[in-house]
């Protein structure tokens, strides 16, 4: 079934909100390294690697984004993730079996 144009539009709003998630959840702690070497706690070679490692973790963002997941199943796990399920989404087959496989997890 092809969805409206507001649910594509909340779709992708919900899908905007997931990606920054994601993407602060792993640039939080290279801040706080960035911090540690500035202050002269870190050395500048782990401060590098640990960048080299965000910039891995960064590229797994882009790749789940960008044809790693179906759409809808990415939606689905935004709106897990983000604690966003409405009284359709709970009621909704597809996520009920979703929901089912990854809390068994």
Known sequence: MRKSKEERKRDRVILE?????????????LFQHVNQWKSGELPYYELTELIHEFHKKNQEIWSTFNGELPRERLIFFAKKELKMF????LKNEMYQRWLHFYDED
């Not at 909100?17 to 702690?29: F, G, N, Q």
């Open 17 to 29: 909100k997931y990606h920054k998630y994601l993407t602060e959840k792993e640039l939080e702690p």
């Open 86 to 89: 409405n009284e359709h989404d």
